[in-house]
């Protein structure tokens, strides 16, 4: 054996010692917990014991209790022989207890009461090992992956650059995987080309987002510069230019503001900084509250709220859960004519679980366009003449996600669209 394998098996031997030593130390914690329960309880059946007893035999010998009668107790030359006493306030006596009947009745209970303990002791030791083997259970898993990685590392034939120079080799760009034809290293291998999948899908959609977001910044920057431009050249003295300049200006410095808080919402979520504020609430309540909102909001659409005959409670937070609820009204508007109903209802779905339900009667979506609509920036080509950031529903996305619930949509192109919220 050379010197690296005996260092390691020293170590390995070092870390089992450990782990037993953590074991002791558990279970003589776990015993010394129940032994401080029975003493704690042994004690209080003392106090409770010499309060009872006496006042028991007061109460059969006098048929009351009276807090103001005379005790002693009166030893007569030996603890043995001492007995206890309660009299009347005449001098006559309402009790004598000899204590050695006493002390003989308590030792009884209390011998009785300690076999019964260090059987329960004796039991618990087989639960206590098993307490302890679960919660050891990680640590020992540890040892046992450090011996076969140690295995592995002294196996003849198993040469780990191998893994560096392939990992080294392959391009951070192309579909390219690592293959390393052994065997013993399959398991790494694909562990390693998941993981390459991963980042790599990660870096596309990372630098699709930044591209996106740039493209979407570009366009009302754009505007603005021009429109500073011509306030530059004309601006100055003719107001009908001035007065388009303006209103152009701030349209697309509003339609910033929201892009530029929707782009930190998602960041903030992303890097889970935003957190869920979760409560028990009314899901009638907080629909019907959107409900109502919707007419002060938008004025060119009918609404209609089919409520719940019964009382759904859903544990959300309530301010996001709004905001995605809202998400969906405000698309839903945009893309319906005027004067046209939209539709607001909350029920169950066939799994019992609550559903918030928006429906319109505008564009509607097809099929490819369905399976894409949550996905950041997407905007289908009939859309695109409509004023939005792509970034709506998104969010909306975002928050039912961390609510642990999901989208079911049902789209026919020029006859509308239903989306169901469910939680």
Known sequence: MSLNQNNESVTLNNKNAKVNSIARKLKLQFAGIRIRSFISFDLFFLVFYSIAIPLFFELQA?????????????????????????????????????????????TVFLSTIVFFQLIKLL????????????????????????????????????????????????????????????????????????????????????????NDASHELRTPIAVIKGYVNMLERWGR????????????ISHEAEHMNILVEQLLFLARGDSGKTVLKKEELSANDLMREIY???????????????????KITVSAD???????????????????????????????????????????TGIGMSNSDVSHMFE????????????????GLSIAKWIVDRHGGHFEVLSREGLGTRIYLVL
């Open 292 to 310: 109502e909102e919707s007419f002060m909001i938008d004025e060119d659409h009918p609404y209609r709220f089919n409520d719940c005959d019964e």
């Open 237 to 248: 003295e003719d107001e009908k230019v001035l007065d388009e300049s303006i209103t152009a």
């Open 376 to 391: 950041r920036f997407y905007r289908s080509d009939e859309v695109r003449s409509y004023r939005g950031t792509g970034l």
């Open 123 to 210: 039991s618990s030791i087989a639960s206590d090992n098993n307490r302890v083997y679960e919660l050891l259970k990680p640590l020992n898993e540890v040892a046992l992956k450090t011996e076969e990685l140690s295995r592995l590392a002294t196996s003849e034939g198993l040469d780990f650059h191998a893994i560096e120079n392939a990992i080294d080799s392959i391009s951070s760009v192309e579909e390219e995987t690592i293959n390393l034809h052994d065997d013993n290293l399959k398991g790494i291998e694909v562990a390693i080309n998941n993981l390459l999948k991963r980042l790599r899908d990660s870096y596309r959609q990372q630098t699709r987002f930044v």
């Open 62 to 106: 006098a048929g009351n209790f009276v807090w103001d009668r005379d005790r002693d107790i009166v030893f007569n030359g030996s603890i043995y022989e001492a007995v206890y006493y309660v009299y009347e306030k005449t001098g006559a006596t309402v009790l004598k207890l000899p204590l050695r009947n006493y002390a003989i009745l308590f």
């Open 318 to 360: 309530p301010t996001l859960l709004k905001q995605a609820i809202r998400i969906l009204i405000d698309n839903a508007a945009k893309y319906t004519n005027a004067g046209d109903e939209i539709i607001l209802s909350l029920g169950r779905n066939k799994d019992n679980r609550p559903m918030f339900m928006v429906e319109d």
